[in-house]
């Protein structure tokens, strides 16, 4: 009996001893963090990383079905040859500068207006401008196809007749296809850019805007030295990922081609990169392909921040 | 209550907006959108205690076929028989989902069929990927026409992928507008060469004289005007499929082609098609529009007349199209082309390889096999003892559509169907030639050499 109940007692005592080291590991200063971030860790390392370091891996090979060969820096070398590669990162860059010329100032103002007391219904315009983004781009850019048609019924063509103008082929000509682009563009991110600069905009103290006042500040200064300024942080935040999503289009011009476009006016970085990994077949040269898109994000995007200051400390 | 709940909510909505963050920018959904289907159709078909087989296709109606197929096979096998799974999925999502497979020798089906255009580069893996049909093809070799099967070899020589059919191109007429403007039939049957077609076009538009109306259109999409032009020349502009083939575009024939096609814009004879090429939606309604009265098309353009041009469309087409002969430049060169096509394979992963080498040959290749493509699909098939009978059936759709049976036409040209070869090299030559040739010619009418040469250096250094 006194046997007995010495061996429950220890298996309770071992019990409690595991409880404890479990919950000492658990409730440790040290370690709950670890746990916290290790799922995202995880992910982060299976996602990002591998992809990643295979990706530079693969970059320096040519992939084929019988086994993978290294070539050193060849699809480099005729990656910078390449007229059509050339063609696409203008064409990305181009794209990417044209929508920050569109889609900083525009839905800036737009959000000004609609924090001002001249807007009325605002609930209404915010959701208006805001449900575009939340259409899928295969359905709209098929849409978009569609308006933009050669054809004689296609809506643009439509106007165009109605001014007296003949019928002209949109998604074939450079000017034609960027208003095309740009219109998609600017249709989906302006309620979006808007509402990051309508929050940003609530966050400012109204303190500020009425000592301008005292000071005799129009409207137009209470603008420019008051709002932009507070805004900065903002502003860079759409900036950089506006420079990226720039460089990164693809499915609306794949909607619009079908990444085939005449004279390649709509082929985009990430569009070339499919095409040759996807389409072709050729894994190596679209790893360096994803490659140099990075580097010129990550060039593009750390000039902007330096100069933007964003890496100065504050003053305090 | 309502903070927890909306917490829950709130953690959910970033989870499942995160992870579909990491799904929008998988190839498969770029792929779906282009063909505008999302779902793939599954369907099963067969007796459920029979080998079970995966098959993977682009085309809902070679699934159906597959399907009949196989209750025939298992009638004539009972031993032998099959328990078949068909996947119908969009086309780029198709063959991209197959060369991945493929490429992680994991998770291929035991059949898939794979567009010509895409061949190269599922055939490039060989005895890696695919199984060789060479043994099941024996029994039905002699009556397939040989230039076909051709087609869907691999380089060390060995059969990898079974035919649907020809292909051959013909030349569309519809009779009835040009007999409104007072062109024959004997008018049209005297059309011997590329000239006579020209003025033929010439007499149409000029009796019509109505702005907008066209005899025929020419593509800035598509080289099927060249496919005919270098088939008649004998020319290939992959270089064939030998091992260190290099592509040429700097042909006489296609030199010749484009410049006719210049002359055709010039005179108005001919617009540029809408939409690039006359298999597209543009293209359809121009036909179905009267703008134009005459194309050049492989002989499976006939099904887009069924599923588009048929008694339901609305701009029914029934009794008033023509087919004859593809016009030559000079007399005595082939007036006919194999174009497109289906190579069926059987992959290397399956469990029941030769089953479905004989499934495969005896669904593409047999009499019954063959008799129900031209019934179910209508196209022109490869074997050749089984024309008489095709042109005979009364009841066939495409019999009774055109003013001509489609296989009297196909048994005129029958020694006359030139080959251009689908290479590695075929990809690179599209892609400048449709992209920047064609509209650099057709569109701004720019010198064809200099167009030609422009396109032999980007061809070159593409294909290095």
Redesign the interface.
Known sequence: MVEHASSYSKDGEDKMKKDNIFKRFLYSQKTAPYVFVLPFLLSFCV?WIYPFSSTIVMSFQDI???GSKWIGLGNYK?LL????FLQAVGNSVMYMLLTLVLLIPFPLLFASLLDSRLVKAKGIWKALLYIPSLTS??IS??LFRMMF???DGSQFNLILNFFGHDKIQWL?MYPTAYFALLLIACWRWTGVNMLYFLSGLKSIDTGLYESAEIDGATGWQKFIYVTIPMLRPTLIYVLTISIYAGLAM??ES??LW???????IGTTIVGYL?RRG????QMGYASAVGLVLLIIALVINMIQLILSGTFKKEES | MNKKFLSTLLCTTMVASSLFG?GTNT?SN??S??D?KEEPVVTSFGDKKGTKLELWTFVGQHADFYGKMVEKWNEKNPDRTINMKTTTYPF?DMH?KL?MT??SKKGAPDICDVEAGQYP?VV???D??LYPLDEAIKPYKDTMVESRLDMYKGQNGKQYGAPFHIGATVMYYNMEQLEKYGITQADVDSVKTWDDYEKLGKRYVEARGEKGKFFTSVD??GTDWLTIAMAEYGEDWTGGNKKNAKPNVKLKSVNKMLEYQQKLLKEKVAQVS???QVDTD?GI?DIGNNTIVSFPKALWFMSRFKDKLGADSGKDQTGKWYIAKCPVFEEGQKCSVGIGGTGTVVTKQSKAKKLAADFICFAKMSEDGEKMIWNDLGFDVCNTALWDECNTDQDNFYNKYFRNKPYEVLKQIKDDIGKVSITKNT?AIN?QI???TL?DVL?KGKNVKEALEEAQS?IE??S?
């Open positions: 996602f084929q079905p019988m005729k040859a390449d007229k059509v781009v295969v850019g098929t048609s050669e054809r074939k693809f499915l794949f909607m079908g990444n085939g476009s005449p004279y390649n499919y996807i389409e072709k077949n | 990491c190839a770029k792929a959108a282009k505008k780029s991209t060369t493929l490429q580069n490039k893996g060989q890696e990927w800035t999409a809408t939409d690039g543009g309604a990809p892609d449709n992209s920047t509209n569109e980007t250094s593409d290095e």
